[in-house]
């Protein structure tokens, strides 16, 4: 079984910045794209970013130049989201998912989310 956590979300004042962190972990043979979803209240669920295996990144135009994923590349097992000059209208849960390959094959595994809110 493949687990996926989020963390570091939280309050921020618009302008300011916030660091997610989101790590995988399990009977994992190869972790190939990882990457954040966010979904606002009445809302559908929409990409952020993603990261590939090797490396290639990609981001939704909302989010580009002032988001940035990043990885742990000793192992793949976590990616991260910097998120700067941040705007109310990035209020969301923020969801990370990962494409693992296990025994079984290959999944998209998502983590429970975290809460970013953006307010003065």
């Known amino acids: 079984q493949v687990h996926v956590v989020e963390s570091g979300g939280g309050l921020v004042q618009p302008g300011g910045s916030l660091r997610l962190s989101c790590a995988a972990s399990?009977?994992?043979?190869?972790?190939?794209?990882m990457g954040w979803y966010r979904q606002a209240p009445g809302k559908q669920r929409d990409l952020v970013a993603t990261?590939?295996?090797?490396?290639?990144?990609?981001y939704a135009d909302s989010v580009k130049a002032r988001f940035v994923i990043s990885r742990n590349n000793i192992d793949y097992t976590t990616v991260y989201l910097e998120m700067n000059s941040l705007r109310p209208e990035d209020t969301a849960i923020y969801y990370c998912?990962?494409?693992?390959?296990?025994?079984?094959?290959?999944?998209?595994?998502w983590g429970q989310g975290t809460q970013v809110t953006v307010s003065s």
């Open positions: 399990g009977a994992i043979l190869r972790l190939w794209t």
């Open positions: 998912y990962a494409k693992v390959e296990q025994v079984q094959g290959i999944d998209d595994v």
């Open positions: 990261i590939s295996r090797g490396g290639s990144t990609s």
